[in-house]
């Protein structure tokens, strides 16, 4: 028997056993999975969670109810990866052994890397939306705004779902309405990126959107620390901006156990050949999804596309034969824009955010780069897209690399206006 040993069961990792586990002969192949516990969490209801859209059951799932029968599923803490020994070593001492490894362990928040953040103030007035408990009490703590100034802040760069941040300043933004205290409330958006978002047309865009919703933005904010007791967040550049309410992105990482095994760069991310997600160091071992540091989006839309191409790829390495799909980091993302309206973008490693029709051409139903109805209740409809299709790797007729059709290029636009 070979063994294949994925670690991480979330959205990464379970698609890929579940795909590979059709995939591969089952006499000559045992695949196992290793994850901490078995709460799978979709990570896109958090967003939704301060405002009373969701609650915890409805985005915590049994992790082994996902992972088809005939899947190793071991419980454990990993501690780290001996490459040269192929063996896995976890925190209560067993060892695993693989022929092949996928690192998918994804992306945490980490309060720890801010000087000040986990100080007095941490979930009394700062708090964060990437973890179901924060996020629970961040709406505890928006029940209590009454007025002051409520800052959105990304600390650095990557983070997963980079359009989170926005899409919590447009919520709380047409939630303060709704409430009737916006004019009570001033709100900034504070940003280590020169613009709303990383992509030209995109954040052009995104941030018409926050200048008329009177969001004040503040670019170029490389965090230094945070002083709890003044309520302020200081940059290296010695500028300051106070809050009353301050809801952080904070460091994300990838596992300590990456950084542990000397297989990650100094977010703790796993170097791969972008194309193949193939470790540049070993060629057993394959980081899809957050834990890679391909220069694509961190998204589970990405861990999606990445996964269909990266599982014929490894088929044929399995195979002795040269790899024949090259990922492009197509990533797809409904960005929630309040007023139960949505835009969507579709971007790859070349080609930014277009405006345009999606899936099909010209008809859609969904509109990129645009406020839609239509998108928000695609958001909406992507949770149960996600359990009952994504998951378990059933087909999706969608394509795994970006397509231009429907597409409005900056030179079809310009012919369009002077027609
Ligand atoms: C607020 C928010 C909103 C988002 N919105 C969207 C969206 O709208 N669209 C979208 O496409 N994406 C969105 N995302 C991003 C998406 O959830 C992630 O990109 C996706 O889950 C990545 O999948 P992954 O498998 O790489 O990592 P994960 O799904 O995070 O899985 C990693 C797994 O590894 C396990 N693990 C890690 N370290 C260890 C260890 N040492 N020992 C044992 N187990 C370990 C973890 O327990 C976890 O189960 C959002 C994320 C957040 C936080």
Partial sequence: ?????????????????????????????????????????????YLFVPFGGYRADEIVRSRHHFIADGV???YADIDRVLPDEKTVQLEDGRHLVYDYLVIA??????????????GSEW???????????????????LQTLDRGRLVVQICEMPIKCPVAPLEFTFLAEAWLREQGIRDRVEISYV?????????????????????????????DFMIESIDPDRKVLVSYDEREVPFDLLVTIPVNMGADFVARSG???????VPVDKHTLLSTAYDTIFAVGDASNIPASKAGSVAHFAVEVFVDNFVEHVSG?????????????????????????????????????????????????????????????????????LLPGHPVPLPALMSMAGKETPAAQSDHQEA
């Fill in 263 to 269: 297989l990650g760069d100094e977010l703790n991310y």
């Fill in 191 to 219: 940003t280590p990126l020169d613009g709303a978002f990383t992509q030209p047309v995109a954040a052009t865009h995104l941030g018409g959107m926050l200048a008329e919703r009177k969001v004040d933005v503040v670019t």
């Fill in 105 to 118: 362990s994804g992306t945490t928040p980490r309060p720890d890397q801010t000087p000040g953040m986990l």
């Fill in 321 to 389: 034969l040269p790899m024949t799909r090259a990922f492009d980091g197509h990533a797809n993302c409904f960005v929630e824009s309040g007023d139960d309206k949505a835009l969507l973008i579709d971007f790859n490693y070349d080609t930014e955010p277009l405006p345009g029709k999606y899936p099909l051409p010209y008809v859609g139903p969904m509109s990129l780069l645009k406020e839609t109805h239509t998108n928000h209740l695609g958001k909406l409809a992507f949770r149960h897209i996600y359990w009952n299709v």
């Fill in 123 to 141: 979930r009394r007035s700062i708090f964060d939306f990437y973890t179901l408990e924060g996020a629970e009490a961040l709406g505890r703590a």
């Fill in 1 to 45: 028997m070979r063994n294949l040993l994925i670690l991480g069961g979330g959205t990464a990792g379970t698609m890929i056993a579940n795909k590979l586990h059709k995939r591969l002969p089952r006499d000559e192949w045992r695949i196992t999975v290793v994850d901490r516990d078995d709460a799978h969490h979709y990570q896109p209801g």
């Fill in 72 to 74: 190793e599923l071991v």
